[in-house]
């Protein structure tokens, strides 16, 4: 059984604050995505990583960065926290090649940045 | 900007129908479809993929893929107030997958 974990399920952070999300998967996945989901407008893709410290941007990576030193782990990075990143954010893990099989999702993190 | 369109709902069905949910895709090239479903509060999971034209089923769940028409449905048979969720439809772009923003599916007792 795939098992995809994130470090918290509810964070609240304050304007300019870093925040580091943390993904940990445990199925030996070449690849990881983090997603933000809001109200109206969907999954929305940040960044992905292809293999340990390959990444590319996804739609919307203005104001994040990740980080993936292990296979096993891959974490979002707000380098300062700002009102419209309040999200539930989504990490998802899938064998190669990726995006012919499918996605599996952690728990999500609702952050709140105040 | 590959789009995948999925009618927003409320889709409000009454215990023991069908349900019929409708997605259609912009991308020729897209090889993989998958439906999730969401819980209000919780992550998607997986309920089918699909990969060929045709239909697929799973238990109460049916896929059908048309690619020649770019859209891909998911049926539930025998809905259950338990299935009340919000279905999302992905498809396959390059290394990620492009979801729709889902379909809010209400089953009445």
């Known amino acids: 059984d795939v098992k995809v974990t994130q470090s918290s399920r509810y964070l609240v952070k304050r304007t300019g604050e870093k925040v580091f999300l943390e993904c940990v998967q445990d199925m030996d996945h070449e690849n990881m995505f983090w997603y933000r989901q809001d109200p109206g407008l969907g999954l929305r893709l940040i960044y992905f990583s292809y293999d340990v410290k390959m990444k590319e941007k996804g739609d919307i990576p203005e104001g994040y960065s990740v980080s993936r030193e292990k296979k096993e782990r891959f974490s979002l990075i707000l380098e300062s926290a700002s009102t419209n990143q309040t999200s539930m954010y989504l990490c998802a893990s899938s064998p190669d090649p990726a995006g012919y099989y499918e996605q599996y999702f952690g728990p999500g993190t609702r952050l709140t940045v105040t | 900007q590959k789009e995948v369109e999925q009618n927003s709902g409320p889709l409000s069905v009454p215990e023991g129908a069908i349900a019929s949910l409708n997605c259609t895709y912009s991308d020729r090239g897209s090889q993989s479809f998958f439906w999730y479903r969401q819980y209000s509060g919780k992550s998607p999971e997986l309920i089918m993929f699909i990969y060929s034209n045709g239909d697929k089923e799973d238990g109460r769940f049916t896929a059908q893929l048309n690619k020649a028409s770019q859209y891909v449905s998911l049926l539930i048979r025998d809905s259950q107030p338990s299935d009340s969720a919000t279905y999302l439809c992905?498809?396959?772009?390059?290394?990620?997958?492009?979801f729709g923003k889902g379909t809010s599916l209400l089953v009445t007792p």
């Open positions: 992905a498809v396959n772009a390059g290394y990620a997958l492009n």
